[in-house]
């Protein structure tokens, strides 16, 4: 489509580009963000634990992805920086081999844990977390406070390059997407998830001294990001729920995690270069979601993943019930690895519904197992395709 030039406001900034002048991917995106009902759905995956498996059953090696699956192009483009399963540390912590135990070793990772790994093996199963960096007051002051400090000038290092290309997709209409890891999953990656469980009753100041560094951290590095860009989605992986239920009850939520959330939602808003721009907040957690949307949504959110099926997460069932959230995942990775007629039969019930419905991008409930062979998921994405318009 042809563009007309685009004055000095109408750069994805200051001001949303008119739709018009979006490129495709962005606009069906932002289709989908707007819970348009009918809409073809947008198509992507979530993640994949299955290429080494599809490269033997004849995937090429160097094969695109996004033609061999018909993938849409990207409508968003991600602002990192700010971690993801682990905390944003500069420096890092040295990785290097602490122990060996014949045919394992234990590893310092780089988030401070103590890991146990096969020897000379790093992927392809669950390692063992030993030990975390926080432990008490002492630890967390001095292993890991110090290299969250918001001033570090190594955060910053590449900023105008990162920038630059930030406003070149907010240019062509991308949703730009500030990534952070959530309150959770950071307090957890200090302490380990079952001694942080203990620690919210036995030490809460060390949880609120811990989630105030949290805060300062994220607080000023989107400040920097948004002296060049308006945000158009922060997305917080989180990772709270377990397989019945939240990890941590929704008193404990309200007190620890929706304080620090409420105030970096509210100063993002307030440094907007677009005020008019509508802020999405993502939160992305496994297990049995339910148990935590309404908890969320009291400090905004608006869109929600992978919605994990075998947890007990039915996305036509919580699309009725919560028909203003966006929502993304909830194919279920187990009925891929069975027969082509259970795809179907599975793709069937969800995706018409869902397409009618709007806000919905249909991907695996998490990454893509092993287990679903190469033609199985071939005839998936075709079916995909074929029911998304």
């Given at each position: 489509?042809?563009?007309?030039?685009?004055?000095?406001?109408?750069?994805?900034?200051?001001?949303?580009?008119?739709?018009?002048?979006?490129?495709?991917?962005?606009?069906?995106?932002?289709?989908?963000?707007?819970?348009?009902?009918?809409?073809?759905?947008?198509?992507?995956?979530?993640?994949?634990?299955?290429?080494?498996?599809?490269?033997?059953?004849?995937?090429?090696?160097?094969?695109?992805?996004?033609?061999?699956?018909?993938?849409?192009?990207?409508?968003?483009?991600?602002?990192?920086?700010?971690?993801?399963?682990?905390?944003?540390?500069?420096?890092?912590?040295?990785?290097?081999?602490?122990?060996?135990?014949?045919?394992?070793?234990?590893?310092?990772?780089?988030?401070?844990?103590?890991?146990?790994?096969?020897k000379g093996r790093r992927n392809g199963f669950m390692p063992d977390y030993l030990e975390h960096p926080v432990k008490d007051q002492r630890t967390w002051e001095e292993n890991v406070q110090w290299r969250m400090?918001?001033?570090?000038?190594?955060?910053?290092?590449?900023?105008?390059?990162?920038?630059?290309?930030?406003?070149?997709?907010?240019?062509?209409?991308?949703?730009?997407?500030?990534?952070?890891?959530?309150?959770?999953?950071?307090?957890?990656?200090?302490?380990?998830?079952?001694?942080?469980?203990?620690?919210?009753?036995?030490?809460?100041?060390?949880?609120?001294?811990?989630?105030?560094?949290?805060?300062?951290?994220?607080?000023?590095?989107?400040?920097?990001?948004?002296?060049?860009?308006?945000?158009?989605?922060?997305?917080?992986?989180?990772?709270?729920?377990?397989?019945?239920?939240?990890?941590?009850?929704?008193?404990?939520?309200?007190?620890?995690?929706?304080?620090?959330?409420?105030?970096?939602?509210?100063?993002?808003?307030?440094?907007?270069?677009?005020?008019?721009?509508?802020?999405?907040?993502?939160?992305?957690?496994?297990?049995?979601?339910?148990?935590?949307?309404?908890?969320?949504?009291?400090?905004?959110?608006?869109?929600?993943?992978?919605?994990?099926?075998?947890?007990?997460?039915?996305?036509?069932?919580?699309?009725?019930?919560?028909?203003?959230?966006?929502?993304?995942?909830?194919?279920?990775?187990?009925?891929?690895?069975?027969?082509?007629?259970?795809?179907?039969?599975?793709?069937?019930?969800?995706?018409p519904p869902m397409r009618a419905r709007g806000g919905y991008i249909p991907t695996c409930d998490h990454g893509v197992p092993e287990e679903?062979?190469?033609?199985?998921?071939?005839?998936?994405?075709?079916?995909?395709?074929?029911?998304?318009?």
């Amino acid at each position: 489509m042809p563009q007309r030039p685009l004055t000095t406001t109408e750069n994805g900034v200051l001001t949303m580009l008119p739709y018009e002048c979006m490129c495709a991917p962005a606009r069906k995106l932002r289709d989908t963000y707007a819970i348009t009902r009918g809409a073809p759905l947008f198509k992507r995956e979530f993640g994949y634990y299955s290429l080494e498996a599809w490269r033997a059953q004849g995937l090429p090696e160097s094969a695109d992805l996004a033609q061999v699956f018909d993938y849409d192009p990207p409508g968003n483009h991600s602002l990192n920086q700010l971690g993801w399963c682990e905390a944003a540390f500069v420096p890092e912590f040295e990785v290097k081999v602490i122990e060996s135990r014949g045919g394992y070793e234990v590893e310092q990772d780089r988030a401070g844990r103590h890991v146990l790994y096969f020897k000379g093996r790093r992927n392809g199963f669950m390692p063992d977390y030993l030990e975390h960096p926080v432990k008490d007051q002492r630890t967390w002051e001095e292993n890991v406070q110090w290299r969250m400090d918001p001033t570090s000038p190594e955060r910053y290092a590449d900023l105008r390059e990162r920038m630059s290309e930030a406003r070149a997709c907010a240019a062509q209409g991308m949703m730009i997407v500030q990534n952070v890891i959530g309150g959770y999953m950071y307090l957890r990656s200090l302490m380990g998830p079952e001694p942080v469980l203990c620690v919210f009753y036995e030490a809460p100041e060390l949880i609120h001294d811990c989630m105030r560094a949290w805060f300062a951290l994220a607080d000023a590095v989107i400040a920097r990001h948004q002296e060049f860009v308006t945000i158009d989605e922060l997305f917080l992986a989180e990772d709270i729920c377990y397989n019945h239920g939240a990890l941590i009850g929704p008193e404990t939520m309200r007190e620890f995690l929706l304080p620090y959330y409420q105030q970096l939602i509210a100063n993002v808003r307030a440094r907007q270069p677009d005020q008019g721009r509508k802020l999405y907040i993502q939160i992305d957690t496994d297990g049995h979601a339910p148990a935590v949307i309404d908890v969320y949504r009291e400090m905004g959110m608006n869109v929600m993943s992978p919605f994990e099926v075998a947890a007990g997460c039915d996305v036509v069932e919580l699309g009725q019930r919560y028909p203003d959230l966006v929502m993304f995942g909830g194919i279920d990775k187990r009925v891929l690895a069975h027969s082509k007629a259970a795809i179907d039969a599975h793709l069937e019930r969800i995706l018409p519904p869902m397409r009618a419905r709007g806000g919905y991008i249909p991907t695996c409930d998490h990454g893509v197992p092993e287990e679903v062979t190469l033609d199985n998921y071939l005839h998936y994405r075709k079916r995909c395709v074929e029911l998304g318009g």
